[in-house]
Nanobody, 126 residues
Framework: QVQLVESGGGLVQAGGSLRLSCAAS????????MGWFRQAPEKEREFVAA????????YYADSVKGRFTISRDNAKSTVYLQMNSLKVEDTAVYFC???????????????????WGQGTQVTVSS
């Protein structure tokens, strides 16, 4: 019954910015843990960022640290990914994911997430 709907993807020049949004609906545990993953062509899915239920702790892959910021607005049941200083190698399909737990252990492991969005394409051109 849980659905995640993503928006905000598109085409942007290197050095530019995009903000992705992911709205959750349905019966979710209120203190849920959410994250972002991405998958480029012919590459495996990789962890990007994650955030605790109250936004108190955030996690980032080394490749995006300092450029991307994850945040959430629980009143709107929405998580965001602000992406700045985009690089061509950031091009991928970006997925948001949700775990029905407040626990942040092994946040980088995709198999531990319970629900996934449909994915949104981000293309960075040179």
């Amino acid at each position: 019954q849980v659905q995640l709907v993503e928006s905000g993807g598109g085409l942007v020049q290197a050095g530019g910015s995009l903000r992705l949004s992911c709205a959750a609906s349905g019966r979710t545990f209120s203190r849920n843990f959410m994250g972002w993953f991405r998958q480029a062509p012919e590459k495996e899915r990789e962890f990007v960022a994650a955030i605790t239920w109250n936004g108190g702790i955030t996690y980032y892959a080394d490749s995006v640290k300092g450029r991307f910021t994850i945040s959430r607005d629980n009143a709107k049941s929405t998580v965001y990914l602000q992406m700045n200083s985009l690089k061509v190698e950031d091009t991928a399909v970006y997925f948001c994911a949700l775990r029905n737990t407040y626990w942040s252990g092994n946040h980088y492991q995709s198999s531990l997430y319970d629900y996934w969005g449909q994915g949104t394409q981000v293309t960075v051109s040179s």
